[in-house]
């Protein structure tokens, strides 16, 4: 079993940054397949950016591409989600999650790995 743990949320105003963290119990880079999913408030929880086991290729939802970057830190239980320009559709509870395998996919019932979750409040 895989525990993970999100730090980083905060409430910023439109235009600025976060960097949000997710400590997992183990090392994850061997065997699964991290990234994140948000959950804005009576919406459901969706796919926003992952990276693979292996070769750190990664994958984002169209509306963050080229704002958001994940990336895993020198400590490979650690991963980062570098969230730039924020927008205010971008609130929402963040969670780390995990797979096993190469691939984490998009879908939200297809994680193995969820952590309790961030919350994220951009303001306009």
């Known amino acids: 079993q895989v525990q993970l743990a999100e730090s980083g949320g905060g409430l910023v105003q439109a235009g600025c940054s976060l960097r949000l963290s997710c400590a997992a119990s183990?090392?994850?880079?061997?065997?699964?397949?991290v990234g994140w999913f948000r959950q804005a408030p009576g919406n459901e929880r969706v796919f926003v950016a992952s990276i693979r086991r292996i070769g750190g290729i990664t994958d984002y939802e169209e509306s963050v591409r080229g704002r958001f970057a994940i990336f895993r830190g020198n400590a490979k239980n650690t991963v980062y989600l570098q969230m730039n320009s924020l927008k205010p559709e971008d609130t929402a509870v963040y969670f780390c999650?995990?797979?096993?395998?190469?691939?984490?996919?998009?879908?939200?019932?297809?994680?193995?790995?969820w952590g309790k979750g961030t919350l994220v409040t951009v303001s306009s």
């Open positions: 183990i090392d994850t880079s061997s065997r699964y397949a």
């Open positions: 999650a995990a797979k096993s395998g190469p691939t984490l996919g998009r879908i939200a019932s297809g994680v193995d790995y």
